[in-house]
């Protein structure tokens, strides 16, 4: 499909609405595939809600129809369309591609999808990510759709030249963003530190445009990575599996299973403090280690790192020994 190219406003107007972008990009995955894409949106979205919270109100309307229409509007005539150059994918922060707007830059369907994404979750406007073919056997083109009661849809596409307009395709794929799993987002968090692979359920026949490409996170500063960790944290409180895991955990170091807890406590002092100890430093750092793995493996699962310390603090454990 060919967008039609157009003229946009400048939107300085809005300038203090975004925070602003440092202009970094980080390679995530090379030889991305669709699904690489489709699973990495919802972690930019995630990691910098922040970015559209301030103009997601401006665009609210009556009804959800009416927001959507204004959040096409907004997109069509203030950020100009550019086709990623052959063999990138370019996912943008809301923040990024508010700054790349205007000629001769522009954004393609994947950082349009994430930019209204972005606003429809801090609007908390249920939603589903399609992607499309059309003249090929892979898919070439993503955008948001809006689930209706009734069964219908709203369609925002920032490609067409109207709202609610669908350019028909052979085949499509729909993915529901989860607005469940963004509750309790940190409003402080934003986009960098990007690990070099991301997961996701790969799918090698579905390769194209939005294919075999290197996938690229054009960003600004913060600390993404641990915002995603925070996301996992998030989803994985309730989850049943990993509650067992924390109470496994805490049972362990509650017990002092194996002597765990009683060494482990080292873990939480300074060098300084493990060298007025008596410690040596090389087996204090591997304890270190040790205690941040055992750390990051319980947050990911869904628990609070201070109730971790808990059972067997290093007071508690000195004081016992003393």
């Known amino acids: 499909m060919e967008a039609v190219k157009r003229a946009v406003k400048s939107g300085r107007e809005f300038d203090n609405l975004f925070p ?5 990009t980080q390679t995530i995955k090379r030889n991305a595939n669709v699904s690489h894409t489709v699973n990495f949106i919802p972690k930019v979205v995630f990691a910098t809600l922040h970015h559209t919270s301030k103009i997601a109100p401006l665009l609210k309307g009556k009804d959800v129809y009416e927001t959507c229409k204004n959040i096409w509007e907004f ?3 203030h950020i100009t369309y550019e086709k990623d150059a052959h063999g990138i994918e370019q996912v943008r922060s809301p923040a990024r591609t508010w700054a790349d707007r205007q000629p001769p830059q522009g954004v393609d369907c994947d950082c349009y999808t994430t930019f209204i994404s972005s606003i429809l979750t801090n609007l908390k ?10 003249k090929t056997d892979y898919f070439q083109h993503i955008y948001p759709i809006v689930p209706l009661k009734d069964g219908t849809y709203i369609t925002i596409d920032c490609v067409l030249k109207e709202f609610d307009k669908e350019e028909p395709y052979n085949e499509k794929q729909d993915t529901k963003m989860d607005l469940q799993y963004l509750d309790g987002v940190d409003e402080n968090s934003t986009l960098t530190d990007i690990p070099n692979e991301m997961g996701g359920n790969f799918d090698d026949n579905d390769l194209g445009e939005l294919g075999r490409r290197k996938l690229f996170a054009k960003i600004g500063k913060g600390k993404f990575f641990q915002a995603v960790k925070k996301g996992l944290h998030i989803i994985n409180r309730l989850n049943p599996a990993t509650v067992l895991l924390r109470t496994g955990v805490l049972a362990s170091m ?3 299973m194996m002597k765990v807890a009683q060494n ?3 873990g939480y002092l300074s060098e300084e403090e493990a060298a007025k100890r008596g410690i040596i430093m090389d087996k204090f750092r591997r304890l270190k280690n040790v205690l941040e793995k055992l750390e990051q493996i319980f947050f990911s699962a869904g628990g609070k790192i201070e109730n971790l310390k808990k059972p067997y603090s290093l007071a508690e454990a000195t004081d016992k020994e003393k």
């Open 75 to 77: 997109t069509y005539n």
């Open 125 to 134: 406007i249920p939603h589903t990510y399609r992607i499309t073919k059309y």
């Open 20 to 24: 602003r972008a440092n202009g970094t």
């Open 264 to 266: 482990i406590k080292w």
């Open 254 to 256: 509650k017990l002092n």
